[in-house]
């Protein structure tokens, strides 16, 4: 009879004098062994296992016995075939909210012309999205960092998917904007879906590849231009509306796919399905965890409380600072999409009106190179800077559309806003969720995102409102608010480039070097110390 691996295991390892082991024969593993001849227990295990097989007993283990801690977990499994899964599935659900913002600026005109509707009319319609939005980071950010990550990414897709189809059978105006706003409250809840990606995610590059996300926004924005392009002329509004909430029954069907963050287990006290998660990633991914169990976290927290985000000192500034870059960010972000098709409205001769579309799928992909300069800045100068800097560089693109350029220097300029504003958002949504911990991570980026939507909110009134009367003020209020931001991003207390994200809020301080050091300290060597200035 053939032997399995644990027989042969402990044939060889009866052989050393007092040791103590047990495997499990059925599952072909080995469970423990201790020897008193200094046998290394990590490295038998490990070589004994599979590669993401490790097992742990059910028994607690003593406070001599090896343990690693959740970081070091994260780290040792790496980026992988789950992570590579998780982009797909939140990434796809990132660029369903895209598609539904971006159908708001092929949607309005059309309604003006088929409903007669005025322009503060269609600006209710656009702003109605955004205040659904608006009530749904409160409701989504909560839900998930006290019930879970995988509840809110079934709650919101389910709330998007059907109102976002149902829109597509509006009878009239007031039946349009009560099914978008509640289209936007299920939007509210995107915040969830990158939280969670972020949590299993490993120090290294974690900058880069959460900058790889915003990729999937673009995809959405481009993909939608090009339907807009085809459908409209063809089949008109409905029919956009329709097959524009396709891709979210898609991410629906994905929902099995998706597992519990690790880290909301821990910070649950549910270290047992935190260690088997981490097992099954692990396994997935074709890594070993580190020897021993994971450990129990010492702090116990109240999650999801909006109010700590200004009650505890050291969130407070954080959090108003960041409060202040989103809500400016996001009037220079949707100032220019709502603005260009308005733009070309108004400077393009008529004979030339057909060629609105596709001078904003130029626009649009500008996104890309954007994205582009934030991956390569965002761990070298850090999160706050290129904030900073890409913010400044929107808002002088931005103001040289006062010059009334030529239709190809408009284009250019609008490109290069929009460039910017996008490389300037991509590193906004890498350090959000990097600068708060783990009990009020959701909640935190959610509020943060609020504040967008009140933004966004008010966009659409200056887009259609003012742009109806002159150019002048929308590029003023859009530049002047990019000014602001940048001043912001580098008014912030620290930066999260190479930190290790928290768990709880009695964490050790947000302070990168510690967070570095305790790293190094772990055996992950590959995380530098940066050089401290020079006085």
């Known amino acids: 009879m053939r032997r399995n691996k ?12 007092g040791a103590v082991f047990e495997a499990d024969k059925d599952s072909d593993r080995l469970l423990s062994i201790q020897s008193p001849n200094s046998v290394s227990n990590s490295n038998l295990s490990r070589q004994a296992a599979p590669a993401g097989t490790f097992r ?6 003593s406070d001599s016995s090896p343990s690693f801690t959740l970081e070091q977990g994260i780290e040792e499994i790496g980026i992988g075939k789950l ?11 990132w660029g369903c909210d895209a598609i539904e913002i971006m159908l708001l600026s092929f949607l309005l005109p059309l309604l003006v012309k088929e409903w007669d509707l005025s322009p503060f009319s269609s600006a209710v319609v656009a702003s109605a999205t955004f205040f659904g939005a608006f009530v749904g980071t409160f409701l989504w950010g909560p839900i998930s960092d006290k019930y879970g990550r995988r509840i809110g990414y079934l709650a919101t897709t389910v709330f998007t998917s059907v109102f976002g189809l149902a829109s597509a059978f509006a009878p009239n105006l007031p039946a349009l904007i009560i099914l978008r706003a509640l289209l936007g409250v299920g939007i509210g809840g995107t915040p969830v879906a990158f939280s969670m990606f972020s949590e299993f995610l490993p120090v ?9 996300f915003e990729v999937l926004w673009t995809v959405g924005i481009l993909f939608e231009a090009c339907l807009a ?8 509004w409905r029919w956009l509306i329709a097959i524009s909430s396709v891709p979210l029954w898609l991410m629906l069907l994905c929902y099995p796919l998706v597992p519990e963050s690790p880290r909301f287990l821990m910070i649950s006290g549910r270290r047992r399905e935190a260690e088997e998660v981490l097992d099954r990633v692990a396994k997935i991914n074709g890594k070993v965890l580190p020897p021993g169990r994971l450990a129990v976290s010492e702090v116990k927290e109240e999650r999801g409380k909006f109010l700590d985000l200004v009650r505890i000192p050291s969130l407070r500034v954080l959090s108003i600072l960041l409060w202040g870059i989103w809500f400016v960010n996001s009037i220079a972000y949707y100032g220019n999409v709502l603005f260009t098709p308005e733009y070309f409205e108004k400077t393009l001769p008529p004979e030339d009106s057909g060629s609105i579309y596709f001078l904003t799928i130029i626009t649009t992909i500008a996104e ?3 994205l582009a300069v934030s991956a390569l800045l965002i761990d070298r100068v850090g999160r706050t800077r290129t904030m900073g800097l890409m913010l400044l560089g929107c808002a002088i693109c931005t103001v040289f559309l006062l010059l009334q350029p030529s239709v190809a220097v408009g284009v250019l300029l609008l490109s290069g806003g929009r460039m910017f504003i996008e490389a300037s958002y991509a590193a906004l949504w890498t350090y959000t969720p990097e600068a708060y911990p783990t009990t009020i991570r959701a909640t935190g980026l959610g509020v943060s995102n609020a504040w967008s939507k009140i933004a966004s909110i008010i966009t659409p009134f200056i887009s259609a409102s003012i742009l109806s009367v002159s150019v002048t003020v929308p590029v003023l209020i859009f530049s002047g608010f990019a000014v602001l931001g940048s001043v912001l ?3 912030l207390p620290f ?6 994200m928290m768990d709880n809020v009695a964490s050790p301080d947000l302070n990168l070097e510690e967070s570095q050091k305790e790293l190094l300290e772990t055996g992950h060597p590959e995380v530098e110390l940066e050089a401290e200035p020079e006085t």
């Open 489 to 491: 991003a580098f008014m």
């Open 368 to 370: 890309f190179p954007g």
């Open 495 to 500: 930066d999260t480039k190479g930190r290790a």
């Open 56 to 61: 742990r007993d059910e028994e607690e283990e």
């Open 83 to 93: 992570q590579w899964r998780l982009l797909f599935i939140c990434g796809g659900w």
């Open 229 to 236: 392009w085809i459908l409209v002329p063809r089949v008109g």
């Open 6 to 17: 644990s027989e042969a295991l402990l044939e060889d390892l009866s052989e050393l004098p």
């Open 204 to 212: 290294k590059n974690r900058g880069r590849i959460l900058v790889a």
